[in-house]
């Protein structure tokens, strides 16, 4: 789902499936390619789109664009790729509620 935040209100809602990329699956690398290479990306979703929805999106407010976040570039900055991973292993391979995610590390 996109929504609109200046100009013109709209929603944009996309529907179909999806494949997820991690950074050991074969196909990874073709993919990753097409981003800003950043050391904390952790999935890529290619997905196929079935169905397009639009709405009006006239409750989404205006909000404006001020800058990025240094947080997250500056949290890996002072990591190694190691620490990285253990946080991953720590943090991302079960959900909130305790049920394994599937995402290697």
């Given at each position: 789902?996109?929504?609109?935040?200046t100009?013109r209100?709209?929603?944009?809602?996309?529907?179909?499936?999806?494949?997820t990329?991690?950074?050991?699956?074969?196909?990874?690398?073709?993919?990753a390619?097409?981003?800003?290479?950043?050391?904390?990306?952790?999935?890529?979703?290619?997905?196929?789109v079935?169905?397009?929805?639009?709405?009006?999106?006239?409750?989404?407010?205006?909000?404006?664009f001020?800058?990025d976040?240094?947080?997250?570039?500056?949290?890996?900055?002072?990591?190694?790729?190691?620490?990285?991973?253990?946080?991953?292993?720590d943090?991302?391979?079960?959900?909130?509620?305790?049920?394994?995610?599937?995402?290697?590390?």
């Amino acid at each position: 789902m996109w929504c609109s935040f200046t100009g013109r209100p709209l929603i944009l809602r996309c529907y179909g499936t999806a494949e997820t990329y991690h950074p050991r699956d074969e196909g990874w690398d073709s993919r990753a390619a097409e981003f800003p290479a950043h050391r904390s990306a952790r999935q890529i979703y290619d997905m196929t789109v079935d169905m397009v929805q639009t709405s009006c999106g006239y409750a989404v407010p205006f909000m404006d664009f001020v800058r990025d976040r240094e947080t997250m570039q500056s949290w890996v900055d002072g990591k190694s790729d190691e620490d990285l991973r253990q946080y991953w292993r720590d943090k991302n391979t079960r959900t909130l509620d305790g049920h394994e995610t599937g995402i290697p590390v």
